[in-house]
């Protein structure tokens, strides 16, 4: 026990203090200094409790100001000053609250290991390799170099906040690939390391993964595992999943829309021109229209696509309902809200989620949302000051179901507001059952979006979340001065479940698959939705 904690300590060590940077001009150990200290009061300015995580006030003042002298001791590179602070922030277990990494310009010039997983239930398997190791697709993933999966998930947990063990299997799969992490955990690597391994006929052995550059991996040819090629594959799309369109399935990938960015725009909001053409880019694979309301309209609506995905499911009397959240990594949660409504009518509206958000009012909050303390107060019918939580007294709501309604539909984030008006309460259809499938990726909004389905009812199926129920959320974005890295704070605590609960930093599916189901399915990057096709066709 003792030799196995001492090596979990020395990879920790070894990581947090030895990352390779790939910048490698330092800069003036002063000017980080000043860069931390401003992040560490933004932090007690913004986030809810930036304490508890260190062991207390003190104690976060401690390592802050150890932090601080080690900074103007030495002369670190800004990726290095990234690889500190991302550690430091570690301890908050927040996974809202993080630094953005440098680009330096040097990223592509780096060596990786010709490794990629996919996380499952409590492991993870090879997903892709070199051709010559093909055979091994499927397999387990027991460590690297001897040291055990385990230790190397406590590693990865010193360099960024992970709010649960998923999160850490998430950030091991991103990393066993990095040489910049690999190296650093084993010095004398040279050019390979070995994989320790069970394959799917049980049989352990070690297999060697080449060290290779950039430019030499992108022109080898790559075995991957099987890829079912029904599912849709656009970011926000769905299509029946059987000839007798009993079974629907809406595939997301962001929790973005044409609703959020409105929004944004029109509320003046901080760089949201900018957020908007990068949504264009990255998730449409296109260029943003330089005219505004030409840019708005190209973005699909989330309310309308939904009610279009309904009325389909209505008039075939379709009984399933799939939504897709794999790999989403979130956005912006009231825009599914309306959503629940199209699909249970007044029942979500008189639902009590019993989901608590304890918001900090901050300057970069009022920044975020480009308002002073009045406006909020006055839009709020408050009286809080900087400093304050935005804790409300608890009162029996004895407004009517009409009340409720209206208000709901008036205030929600939705550009199809007649279409809801025109429920009358009713919804548009709801479906016999519903699945939410999930995967450690599926995190923020996306999480929020599985978490209120299942309140409703859905049945969970899949991975757990890398996100906790009860966490911190909302992130508020800050630049630091000097190096003009940026990043973001929670600004407020969500808490979904009772402390004691056994979901509540876990958000287990109702459904997880087996190992030995991936292996029926020959480990297809699919498997979790047609796991839960043959559970649907077992329940007929």
């Known amino acids: 026990m003792r030799h196995s904690c001492a090596i979990i300590l020395y990879l920790c060590l070894a990581v947090v203090c030895n990352l390779k940077t790939y910048g490698q001009t330092t800069v003036n150990p002063d000017s980080l200094a000043s860069d931390f200290s401003y992040l560490v009061k933004q932090l007690e300015l913004t986030h809810p409790d930036p304490y508890s995580g260190f062991g207390g006030k003190v104690f976060f003042h401690k390592q802050a100001f150890d932090l601080t002298n080690d900074i103007r001791r030495n002369k670190y590179t800004t990726q290095q000053f990234f690889d500190k602070i991302s550690a430091f922030l570690a301890n908050l277990n927040d996974g809202h609250t993080l630094l953005i990494r440098p680009n330096t310009g040097e990223r592509n010039k780096a060596s990786l290991f010709p490794i990629v997983a996919k996380v499952i239930p409590d492991e993870l398997i090879i997903r892709g390799v070199l051709p010559e190791n093909k055979v091994f697709l499927g397999s387990r993933i ?228 480009n308002q002073s303390l009045e406006e909020f107060n006055q839009g709020h019918n408050s009286e809080f000051q900087l400093g304050d939580y935005t804790f409300e007294e608890d009162r029996p709501d004895t407004a009517s179901i009409i009340t409720k309604r209206k208000y709901f539909i008036e205030n929600c984030m939705s550009d199809t507001k007649p279409k809801l008006e025109k429920q009358q309460g009713k919804p548009v259809y709801t479906p016999e059952n519903i699945y939410v499938v999930t995967d450690e990726r599926t995190f923020s909004a996306a999480f929020h979006y599985a978490f209120y389905l299942w309140k409703m009812g859905a049945t969970i199926v899949g ?47 109702d459904l997880m698959p087996t190992y030995d189901d991936y292996k029926r399915y020959q480990f297809d990057i699919h498997s979790e939705i047609r796991y839960l096709l043959d559970q649907i066709e077992q329940k007929k």
């Open 142 to 369: 027991l460590g690297v170099n001897g040291v055990s999966t385990d230790s190397l998930l406590k590693a990865v947990g010193t360099l960024k906040a992970c709010e649960n063990i998923y999160g850490q299997y998430s950030l091991l799969n991103t990393y066993l690939s990095h040489s910049d992490f690999i190296l650093k955990l084993f010095p004398e690597t040279k050019d390979k390391i070995y994989l320790n391994i069970e394959t799917p006929d049980g049989i352990k052995t070690d297999i060697p993964i080449p060290l290779l550059s950039m430019d030499t991996l992108k022109k080898c040819p790559k075995a991957q595992l099987p890829r079912w090629d029904v599912i849709p594959t656009n970011y926000m799309s769905y299509q029946f999943m059987d000839k007798a369109k009993d079974i629907m399935l809406l595939k997301l990938t962001r929790v973005m829309a044409r609703e959020n960015f409105e929004t944004m725009i029109h509320g003046n909001w901080p760089k949201s021109y900018e957020q908007m053409r990068q949504f264009y880019k990255q998730t449409l694979s296109k260029e943003m229209p330089t005219d505004t309301a030409e840019a708005l309209n190209g973005l699909p609506s989330f309310s309308e696509t939904f009610y279009q995905m309904l009325t389909e499911m209505k008039k075939e009397k379709a009984r399933t309902l799939i939504i897709d959240l794999r790999g989403n990594g979130g956005g912006w949660t009231p825009i599914t809200l309306p959503s629940l409504y199209q699909l249970f009518g007044d029942k979500y509206i008189e639902t009590d989620m019993d989901t608590r958000f304890y918001r900090l009012l901050s300057p970069l909050y009022l920044l975020k949302t």
């Open 463 to 509: 991975i757990p979340c890398m996100q906790a129920p009860n966490t911190f959320m909302e992130q508020t974005p800050f630049q630091l001065p000097y190096t003009q890295l940026n990043g973001s704070i929670s600004n407020s605590m969500q808490i979904f479940l009772p402390p004691n609960d056994r979901r509540a930093k876990t958000f287990w599916p």
